[in-house]
């Protein structure tokens, strides 16, 4: 659970080798490039554009053919031409054959006729329209032949013979001519999925060549990367610089670069006004809480990595809103099933590590919360002595999640008093720590006191607890040195501010309420469904079975549906919103490694 520590390498060689150097470079992929000299943005060239749309588009292919791993340079550009060929077609040939349906559909209120081709009618047309029921008036004051074909609930589905002339100057409906029976669209139609079926059976051929393609477009990327870093190093003939940031941990991976070369190598720490990239850096077990700090917000350098608390917390508080032991295990079979097939990946083994986590966590809290589908151990059954939370004591579980909620925010300012030990401001954030804990006790004391033995604030250890904590948020949440009238006025409003942070403080240790709420209401939910199924089954002798039967499995899916849905939502949100706005101060920027890719998207499947 931390950021890497970086360093900032510039390495200096000869011109003549700037070539190798980056290549191997390249290879050893632990480098953040730093510009060196202003770059401009490079375009991929045709052949990388056409590549990527092709394999894009044969890796949608439903069925696949066996690979062909080689392939000449030569052929290269004919296969991708057939492909880019390929999916024009198709695309052509699936919008005409819709073109076709909707003329049908059209159509078909007029029934199946052979329109007039040239001048079989003299200067007359052929016209239909859609006229609305209320607007077949108008129709007679026409000075033209018409005649009602068809009407529906709404509309007469009329022809017209005239002339242009007399349609467009006094017809107050929309119109239109029609080209084709609906024999012939028909067949049109027919036509154009036969020829629709032999381009998809020409599309699943050239699956064939998907690890070919990939490759080469592998290379091109490489190859890009190389020369957009190539731009980025600062030239002056006989040498050439190129500087960046490598993770501490790495130093060495370059060691081969300076044996293999005459080169410099300048190693030097981060400087206090340098703000370099953050690489999260976590055991892989843990890297699912990376995955959602990573898509939220990064954090800054000189922060901290909360990764693995998020990863333990929303475990928990999916856990407390999925409440019970059933659904757990259901999920869990799920999870299972699923195990190996998350293996194949990087990304998949993170997710499984977090689902296995959720699961073992939503089990024994639904164990503790003794809830299995809605149904609660009787007394002295074996599953009764883990049951010790009653979810219908409100006041217990209230207090459970405010205690959640209060926890989690002290350990966000925990993290940043740590951070800021050497600084003053690492007061502040103990203040917030003092503020939040003595507020949670003050608030239980009072709970659990009489109107006898209720005393004044001030009275008591906690009124004076909160009142240092006061002092120290208003003296220390400034930055600014307090020897200057203009610092002194910074830091009081630096301090005033903070104390206007209070009421979100209250308002965000509130906020985890949803936890007793949501696992109240999924419970209830799940009790409601087992009634309704009961009391189905007594009522209706011949079906009652049956009825039991599809309220339990629809209401119980419903429910637990619904109860993944609320512990990925708002779990996540108190994690990412409450719990982030007090933890991590300052955003970042991911450290971006000049490497090469030896296995991409593009080629997972060869």
Known sequence: MSIAELKKVTLIGLETERRSIM?????????????????QQQADDGLGLKLREALEYLLRTPQQRRKQYTGTESALDVIVDRVIDNKQKVSQLRDQIEVLKQQRKTLANWGNFEPPQGDEIGPYQLYLSKVPLSGKSALFE??????????????????????????????????????????TLARQQNE????????LAKRQGLTRWLSVLSTSLTDTLNESS????????????????????????????????????PMTVKIEEVAPDEHPPTQL???????????????????????????????????????????????????????LFKWRRWGRSETAKRNRYLALTLVSCSVVYGMLVGSYFGVTPSPGE???????????????????????????LILANLMVAWIHRREAYCLSALGWVMLIATSYSGWLAYLGSTSESQTSLFNTPYGWFGL??????????????????????????????????????????????????????????????????????DAVPAGGPLLFALIVLLGHGLNFVLGIMSGVIHGLRLNLLEFYNWGIKGEGYPFVPFNKREKTKWNKSS
């Open 142 to 183: 026409l000075d033209c032949a018409w005649t009602i074909i068809n009407q529906d609930h709404k509309f007469h589905y009329v022809v017209f013979i005239a002339t242009s002339e007399q349609i467009f100057s006094t017809y107050p409906f929309a119109f239109w001519q029609p080209t084709a029976s609906l024999a």
């Open 468 to 537: 240092g904590a006061l002092l120290l948020i208003f003296c220390f949440s400034g930055t600014t040195s307090p020897q200057s009238g203009t610092g002194l006025v910074k830091r009081t409003q630096a301090g005033l501010q903070a104390w206007y942070s209070i009421s979100k403080a209250f308002g965000d240790v509130l906020s985890y309420m949803r936890l007793f709420a949501l696992g109240l209401s999924s419970a209830s939910l799940a009790v409601t469904f087992n009634d309704l199924a009961v009391q189905a089954r």
């Open 226 to 261: 190389l020369e957009r870093a190539e731009q980025a190093t600062l030239q002056c003939d006989p040498v050439f610089a190129i500087q960046g940031w490598v993770p501490t941990r790495q130093l060495q991976q370059l060691s081969h670069l300076n044996q293999a070369h």
């Open 382 to 408: 074996p599953l009764a002595y883990v049951h010790c939370l009653d979810m219908s004591d409100f006041n217990g579980m209230m207090k459970i999640a405010i205690g959640a909620g209060s926890l989690h």
């Open 281 to 335: 850096h976590n055991r892989p077990w843990l890297s699912g809480g990376q995955a959602a700090v990573a898509f939220f917000q990064l954090p800054g350098y000189r922060t901290w990595d909360p990764s693995a608390l998020i990863f333990f917390s929303f475990s928990l508080f999916f856990a407390m809103i999925l409440a019970d032991a059933g659904y757990a295990l259901v999920l869990a079979t799920f999870v």
């Open 23 to 39: 290549s191997q470079l390249q290879d050893a992929g632990v480098m953040h490039i730093i510009p060196l000299k202003e770059t």
């Open 192 to 199: 154009a999925e036969i020829e629709l079926d032999e381009q």
